[in-house]
């Protein structure tokens, strides 16, 4: 039988890495390591206005004239946060610097997760992406690490009907870090649900019924087999919260990790 959900780490460790208080230490060169600007950078073009030129009237100058063909914003958001081969400043250095163990390890445990999930057809990358602090991003606000995962959830909870624990109380830290508690919660739950489907050798199916049929021919992978034999991508996840970093999501360009900013 597997352990019940154990929530009460949540509290003390997302986003609560263990630096040293003062001083850094070098962080280990890596090629496959990028870094997110906080700060919005221009488009180059129109400056962020998102406009370029002057408008005459004349119907022919309306893409030229006006509008920038770069970031065809119309100036609602005619920036872009650059991905950069260093920290972005040095609030961003300190924060990546002082815990260089930690963040190893989070960059292992994210790698871990994403090749975990490659079988059910999610983009398999190794290069991570840093970001300290900043806004949110839309995907961030999502329970899944990947769109492509929600078939997972589908089958745990659609399919099989397992059951995962809840918290007794309720987490009282407001805003940012609460949605990544939230966010922390499910990705246990998950792990719990994904450790009983082992424990019950659970078999993918083809297809199943879940408000209409899902087809998993496409990851074909995974189809017929033994949810003792696939491996677990939110083991390694719960892990990686654990470090007091953050998974955001794994995209195109990488697989993105949110560091608190230094305190």
């Known amino acids: 039988m597997a352990d019940p959900v154990d929530f009460e780490w949540l509290e003390g460790s997302v986003l609560r890495p263990s630096r040293i208080t003062a001083g850094s230490a070098a962080l ?15 488009c180059p073009r129109c400056r962020g206005s998102g406009t370029v030129g002057t408008y005459t009237g004349s119907p022919d100058e309306w893409e030229e004239g006006w ?14 946060t650059p991905i950069v081969d260093q920290p972005p400043g040095p609030e961003a250095a300190a924060a990546l610097t002082r815990d260089p163990d930690g963040l190893l ?16 057809d999610v983009p398999a990358s190794d290069r991570i992406i840093w970001r300290v602090g900043g806004p949110l991003t ?23 009907n ?43 199916p083809g297809s199943f019924n879940n408000v209409g049929i899902v087809d998993l021919s496409d990851r074909p992978g995974v189809i017929g087999h033994s949810m003792a034999d696939l491996p677990n991508p939110f083991g390694p996840l719960v892990e990686l919260w654990a ?21």
């Open 138 to 160: 839309e995907p961030m606000r999502a329970t899944l690490p990947h769109p492509r995962t929600e078939i997972i959830r589908r089958l745990f909870f659609g399919h099989w």
């Open 243 to 263: 470090t007091g970093y953050a998974f955001a999501d794994v995209t195109s360009d990488g697989i993105h990790l949110i560091a608190p900013e230094p305190t």
């Open 28 to 42: 280990p060169t890596d090629p496959r390591r990028g870094f997110r600007a906080t700060v919005l950078t221009p």
């Open 162 to 204: 397992l059951k995962h624990g809840t918290h007794a109380g309720a987490f009282t830290d407001p805003g940012y870090r609460q949605t990544f508690i939230n966010r922390a919660m499910w990705h246990a739950k998950l792990d719990h649900c994904w450790r009983l489907a082992a424990e019950r050798s659970l078999i993918v």
């Open 105 to 120: 390890r989070a960059e292992r445990l994210a790698r871990t997760c994403v090749r975990h999930l490659a079988l059910w």
């Open 67 to 80: 509008t920038c063909g770069d970031c065809g914003t119309l100036g609602v958001l005619a920036a872009d």
